[in-house]
């Protein structure tokens, strides 16, 4: 039987592509000990998007998630998702980017995660697969897939020979859009293997068209022999499909799933009891949208458009706003619908619809990527009426002008606070204004997620939060236990730890 491998998303682009990234650090820990036991061949844990999102919204060092949870998984290699910049919307100076793997590596991320958002692996990503590699991390290189006029088997096949010029140590076929079909990888994949010059290659997709699950049988059949998985109910939905659906359709075939689905099931018992007490989204299976594949927005980019519009009094205007993004996207020269490009194109749509004039005003951000600002390659394959039209903007000419900085490490520790200022503490300034992290820090250390799988700790969890309540009494049968607030309670918390460490 052919073992086939599995890289888990569940910390990463489960809870980013359901929860909105909010699954927390204290939601991990608990389980952190059985993950490592289940057989992955990586987990992602975190990507650069979600060191905002913690400091933020979570009011939690992302710093401190890595440290603690590296502490915990020792076997499994664990991912950093990111693009050649550590910004969503900036490119970041190539000695950011120095730093930034350095202290990855520190913290306890084993594998590095880069993608180029137009495939371009000639722009920022040499240097960054370099800084990777001189401190031992493990280098996955995405080459993300789209369904456009210039997304054939060839540029999949000459991206493939670029990734192994960079002396990739893995290349991963990411299908952010969900838009992969089973007919499409029939060429799509055997093209990708055969350039990969036996380069290990993995296949990552969603289930957003619903389709994931039988690709993922497909490609296996082709030769695909590492796929990424995600633990429901984080998985579904917009997220990968669930781990069990796929190892057991594999052991159907005859394929032989190399994980430990029984040490799988008490981490998805853990996440349906947060997802149900907190009334978080449960994935679940979508029905086929061919409209998926006209517009490609993503699902995350069209819950926050609704958002906006809401506030801007347009909701009635959605299916106008996915329209005009339809054809935006072509005047750009079919980008992929992947963060940033899709944020940019869905906001300049939202403008021309709002304004009721196309291209009345035009974003920084359209005029940048015209302008080469994300690689020349993008600006290129621009419509050339459209690009001229651009160009001749008084604002594109005051933003031609423009490079990117090149700061040293020295000239930004002055920046964001002199020479006691930390490496990590440097990085996270970078990304995240020093108010907010304030504010993170007054919250207090990271708090495990108390469930089921301890039950006494989690029922006194509970009560100590009513604030009427000074003591607790348990009694059943010959044993009694009475609990004063604030004084017993920290013992049964790491009495309770030290029985469930799992």
């Known amino acids: 039987m052919k073992e086939i491998y599995f890289v ?22 608990p389980v952190s000990y059985q993950m490592d036991k289940v057989g992955f061949k990586s987990m992602e844990l975190i990507a650069t998007s979600h060191f905002l999102k913690c400091v933020r919204e979570l009011r939690e060092d992302p710093w401190e998630r890595i440290r603690l949870i590296s502490s915990r998984i020792k076997k499994t290699p664990l991912s950093l998702m990111m693009l050649h910049s550590i910004t969503a919307f900036d490119l970041s100076p190539f ?11 520190a913290n306890g991320i084993k594998r590095v995660q880069l993608m180029d958002s137009s495939n371009d692996l000639s722009f920022r990503v040499p240097e960054c697969v370099r800084f990777a590699k001189e401190v031992g991390l493990e280098v996955a290189i995405a080459l993300i897939y789209s369904y456009s006029p210039r997304h054939t088997d060839e540029h999949y096949a000459q991206r493939t020979r670029d990734a192994v010029k960079l002396n990739a140590d893995t290349i991963y076929l990411k299908d952010s859009g969900g838009l992969l079909t089973p007919d499409r990888i029939k060429t799509l994949i055997p093209v990708i293997l055969e350039n990969s010059n036996g380069i290990p290659v993995e296949l990552h997709s969603h289930c957003t068209t619903g389709l994931a699950p039988l690709v993922y049988l497909e490609a296996v059949k082709l030769g695909i022999k590492v796929i990424h998985t995600a633990i429901p109910p984080l998985a579904n939905g917009s997220s990968q499909p669930s781990v069990f659906n796929v190892a057991r359709n594999l052991r159907i075939l005859g394929y032989s799933p190399n994980i430990d689905e029984e040490a799988i099931k008490p981490i998805s018992e853990h996440f349906y009891y947060i997802a149900k007490k907190e009334k978080l989204p449960i994935g679940e299976p979508i029905e086929y949208d061919y409209y998926q594949y006209i517009h490609q927005v993503p699902g995350g980019v069209i819950s926050n458009l609704k958002h906006q519009l809401a506030g801007l009094k347009m909701s009635d205007r ?8 339809i054809r935006v996207r072509k005047d750009l020269g079919y980008p992929i619908m992947v963060t940033p490009f899709s944020q940019f194109v869905v906001s300049q749509a939202t403008m021309n619809v709002m304004l009721g004039e196309r291209y009345k005003q035009v974003s920084d951000e359209i005029i940048r990527y015209v302008l080469g600002f994300w690689g020349k390659e993008a600006s290129e394959l621009v419509d050339p009426n459209f690009k001229d039209m651009i160009l001749s903007l008084p604002r594109a000419k005051e933003l031609s002008k423009w490079e990117v900085p090149q700061p040293s490490i020295q000239e930004l520790r002055e920046k964001y606070g002199g020479p006691g200022v930390s490496d990590d503490e440097l990085l996270l300034r970078y990304i995240v204004q020093e108010e907010e ?37 348990v009694e059943k049968g010959d044993l009694k236990i009475t609990l ?19």
């Open 318 to 325: 959605l299916e106008e706003v996915i329209e005009e993004s």
């Open 437 to 473: 992290i304030r504010a993170m820090r007054s919250k207090g250390p990271i708090k495990e997620y108390f469930t089921t799988r301890n039950p006494i700790v989690a029922l006194i969890s509970e009560l100590l939060m009513k604030k009427d309540l000074n003591y607790i009494h």
């Open 484 to 502: 004063q607030k604030n004084i017993l309670y920290e013992e049964v918390l790491n009495y309770e730890k030290s029985k469930f460490n799992y």
């Open 95 to 105: 000695s950011v980017l120095k730093l930034w793997m350095e202290r990855i590596a």
């Open 8 to 29: 888990d998303t569940t910390f990463r682009d489960g809870h980013a592509s359901l929860w909105a990234e909010g699954m927390t650090t204290g939601m991990m820990l």
